[in-house]
């Protein structure tokens, strides 16, 4: 059975840092591109950082030089560190994991983790 979850979210001030996780089971991890989502209320799900199998990276404009996706292939594991946040960071944030062969499996998704800044 697969599961995708993620933790480390809640509430923090501007300018504070989190650290969220996502742990995913029941998938060979490392054949999995992965990447952190988040959805504002209000809003549609936009594409905030990804990292490949190999360990590069891509980052949304509005996080680039704040924030920073790593993954532990040994642990199935992938963080996304937020530093520096903003009131416009609030939003539930999702793992997504995405296959690199799409043919043979399929992607998964978290059930978020709510991620509030404000003083």
């Known amino acids: 059975q697969v599961q995708v979850v993620e933790s480390g979210g809640g509430l923090v001030q501007p300018g504070g840092s989190l650290r969220l996780s996502c742990v995913a089971s029941g998938i060979t991890f490392s054949r999995y591109y992965m990447a952190w989502y988040r959805q504002a209320p209000g809003k549609q799900r936009e594409l905030v950082a990804a990292?490949?199998?190999?360990?590069?990276?891509h980052y949304a404009d509005a996080v680039k030089g704040r924030f920073t996706i790593s993954r532990d292939n040994g642990k199935n594991t992938a963080y996304l560190q937020m530093n520096r946040l903003r009131p416009r960071d609030t939003a539930v944030y999702y793992c997504?994991?995405?296959?690199?062969?799409?043919?043979?499996?399929?992607?998964?998704w978290g059930q978020g983790t709510q991620v509030t800044v404000s003083s």
């Open positions: 990292i490949t199998t190999f360990g590069g990276t």
């Open positions: 997504h994991a995405d296959p690199v062969d799409k043919k043979k499996y399929t992607e998964y």
